[in-house]
């Protein structure tokens, strides 16, 4: 808990690392936004001043407001992200598991058309000095590289990642001040009169203004998700100095353009983020936006691998390897994500080849994020007990705004959108049939009451006459109750092959809504004969059943409560340890007539993902060697209701 605490005291050093680790996403939007915004169209006033407005506005009732002050309050004991506030609220409502699902899909696929756009659009500043450079070869290089360093942990990269984006949000609004300097008046454009003034004037199509502004706030997100990294003080403090910063930055791109009024100029390549830069300054300056963009990036890898290993836990994806490369809490890896999302950038950099083309990618996906968030959040308002007309009027606010930022980026599906939904998509389908095929399959798990067995069990043991299977026989069971046991695990014991051991063990895990939590229960079922051990951790802790049942049965041997010396003669004369065996039990689902379609569907799709997920005792942290796999089918037909007559 100390630690807890300590994580969100407000320091210097939590401040700086705010910087580093939460803000590159929404930091480097100034890259691209007012390009967007411009587009093709005339310079004017109207769409200069309203585009400022929508993007101060957008910043304020969007980040400020509902992330910054609001959704920050809701942590699990530190920790952000969906899955956090999922695991805070799903007790409320079955259907939560939803935009949970959802939510965690659309950032994911997030995470794939981030790294190229903002690492093209920096990139891409160099094309006013160098005209024929090959700006696709150097982002694709770039974005290798970045995907290389991450089974090295990043934990040396992190300490440079916040003084580096000191400097960066530094130089932004030094460069917009010397601009604002030059025509003062511009301060005006904070009024929310012009935002609407643009809106709502016909001669702009006010839907493709939206999905260009809504890329400001496109990192919202990731300040939830890091939560656990930072402290809640420390984000919302340094978001004052990130706010002011892209407000003073934005202003001076809207001065640039405005001493251009009437005319049309080509941002791709004139654009306004390095016009505002002194000639001098320029290849720095490039040079700072490159390094920003893969800090932006790598923020957003490290939030997939997060996010991947809380879905694992919570049975809504595959197993997959996780790695800790680092000793520095929270730092893990994922190398099927990791190569996963390195491919997925690199194609979306060979499809869309510019930055402005992945615009039109962009943005689609992270506002369904936001939704999502936003149903969560209200669930974890009433969770709170906050007045019903507090909860509504953040539902319907943010709903609203939300919806329409959302029509706003679905113009943009056939020139890019339909990528992003499609990776989500899949993403979706993985998450939705792992979750649903691992209910199908509960529902046949049959219990038994274990007491009906005790008396055997214990005879077994002590039966001389049927050869030693080990000393210390482990079966890992889903049974929630210590009354019940899988039948499937009896049938193991005394008929499979009769195993008799000298104590037989029983370990449930229970992935608990807590993200670090360790603890165990012991219940001893018969008395040096059949015990069961249930653990509870964290939805962030790393499940090594191996180290944490040695653990468990040290400290019960030193206590005394247990004796796990071999009963074979010769080697209790030396006080020698008895073997352990671990036994997993492999549950096949048999053909059958009982399922639906959907079901039957759902079934083959999990059997095709089980081939690229980790086996049950990979999975658990169980020493090969010591484990025995039991394929049983799982009887989807009743026996007793099929028909056959007997011929005398």
């Given at each position: 808990m100390s630690q807890h605490k300590n994580l969100h005291k407000l320091t210097a050093a939590g401040l700086l690392i705010s910087l580093g680790i939460i803000y590159g996403d929404i930091g480097t939007s100034p890259l691209y936004v007012f390009k967007e915004i411009v587009g093709t169209n005339p310079i004017s006033e109207t769409l200069i001043l309203g585009g400022v407005s929508c993007v101060f506005w957008t910043l304020t009732l969007q980040t400020t407001l509902k992330y910054v002050v609001i959704t920050l309050q809701a942590d699990n004991k530190g920790e952000g992200g969906i899955f956090s506030l999922f695991s805070l609220v799903r007790r409320k409502a079955k259907w939560l598991i939803v935009p949970a699902v959802v939510g965690g899909c659309a950032l994911l696929a997030d995470g794939i058309i981030t790294p190229p756009i903002t690492i093209s659009a920096a990139v891409e500043g160099l094309t006013?000095?160098?005209?024929?450079?090959?700006?696709?070869?150097?982002?694709?290089?770039?974005?290798?590289?970045?995907?290389?360093?991450?089974?090295?942990?990043?934990?040396?990269?992190?300490?440079?990642?916040?003084?580096?984006?000191?400097?960066?949000?530094?130089?932004?609004?030094?460069?917009?001040?010397?601009?604002?300097?030059?025509?003062?008046?511009?301060?005006?454009?904070?009024?929310?009169?012009?935002a609407i003034h643009l809106l709502t004037d016909h001669s702009f199509d006010a839907f493709l203004i939206l999905g260009a502004v809504f890329l400001c706030t496109t990192g919202a997100e990731a300040l939830y998700s890091d939560l656990g990294h930072c402290g809640r003080k420390n984000i919302q403090i340094s978001w004052i100095y990130v706010k002011t910063c892209l407000v003073l930055n934005y202003l001076g791109q809207a001065v640039w353009l405005l001493q251009r009024n009437g005319k049309t100029i080509n941002l791709n390549l004139h654009n306004p983020f390095y016009e505002i830069m002194p000639q001098w300054f320029l290849l720095y300056g490039i040079g700072i936006a490159t390094i920003a963009a893969v800090i932006a990036s790598q923020a957003l890898i490290s939030g997939s691998f997060t996010l991947i290993a809380e879905a694992v836990r919570l049975n809504l994806w595959p197993k997959v390897r996780i790695n800790y490369p680092t000793e520095q809490k929270g730092q893990l890896y994922v190398p099927s994500v990791n190569w996963l999302l390195c491919a997925g950038c690199i194609g979306v950099v060979l499809l869309f080849k510019h930055s402005e083309s992945m615009g039109a990618a962009y943005g689609l996906s992270i506002t369904v994020a936001m939704l999502m968030t936003t149903i969560l959040v209200s669930k974890f308002l009433a969770k709170r007990k906050f007045p019903t007309y507090i909860i509504v009027t953040f539902l319907v606010v943010y709903l609203a705004i939300e919806i329409t930022f959302l029509s706003g980026n679905l113009v943009k599906f056939i020139n890019g959108g339909w990528f992003t939904l499609s990776v989500g998509a899949v993403l979706f389908s993985v998450m939705w049939t792992w979750h649903i095929a691992r209910k199908i399959r509960n529902r046949f798990v049959k219990f038994i009451a274990i007491e009906d067995y005790y008396n055997i069990i214990k005879e077994l043991s002590d039966d001389e006459t049927v050869p030693k299977y080990a000393s210390q026989l482990v079966y890992l069971t889903s049974a929630n109750f210590?009354?019940?046991?899988?039948?499937?695990?009896?049938?193991?014991?005394?008929?499979?092959?009769?195993?008799?051991?000298?104590?037989?063990?029983?370990?449930?895990?229970?992935?608990?809504?807590?993200?670090?939590?360790?603890?165990?229960?012991?219940?001893?079922?018969?008395?040096?004969?059949?015990?069961?051990?249930?653990?509870?951790?964290?939805?962030?802790?790393?499940?090594?059943?191996?180290?944490?049942?040695?653990?468990?049965?040290?400290d019960l041997v030193k206590k005394g409560e247990v004796n796990i010396t071999s009963k074979y003669k010769s080697l209790n004369r030396h006080k020698i340890v008895g073997d352990f065996r671990f036994v997993v039990i492999e549950k096949i689902v048999s053909r059958s007539q009982h399922l639906s379609f959907y079901e039957r569907f759902i079934m083959a799709y999990y059997a095709q993902l089980k081939h690229f997920s980790l086996s049950e005792e990979r999975g658990f942290g169980l020493d090969l060697s010591f484990v025995t796999i039991e394929k049983v089918p799982l009887m989807l037909a009743d026996p007793e209701t099929v028909e056959l007559h007997r011929i005398d």
């Open positions: 006013s000095y160098y005209p024929h450079l090959p700006t696709m070869t150097v982002v694709i290089i770039i974005i290798a590289g970045l995907f290389i360093i991450q089974q090295f942990g990043t934990s040396l990269v992190g300490k440079a990642f916040g003084p580096m984006m000191f400097i960066w949000f530094t130089m932004m609004g030094v460069l917009g001040m010397a601009f604002i300097i030059q025509m003062p008046s511009i301060i005006k454009a904070l009024n929310p009169y012009y210590n009354s019940e046991i899988e039948s499937k695990i009896v049938y193991s014991i005394l008929q499979k092959q009769p195993k008799r051991a000298d104590v037989y063990w029983l370990v449930h895990v229970d992935v608990v809504d807590e993200p670090y939590k360790r603890e165990y229960e012991v219940d001893f079922l018969v008395p040096n004969k059949l015990i069961r051990i249930d653990f509870k951790l964290g939805f962030r802790v790393e499940q090594q059943i191996n180290l944490l049942f040695r653990k468990v049965v040290e």
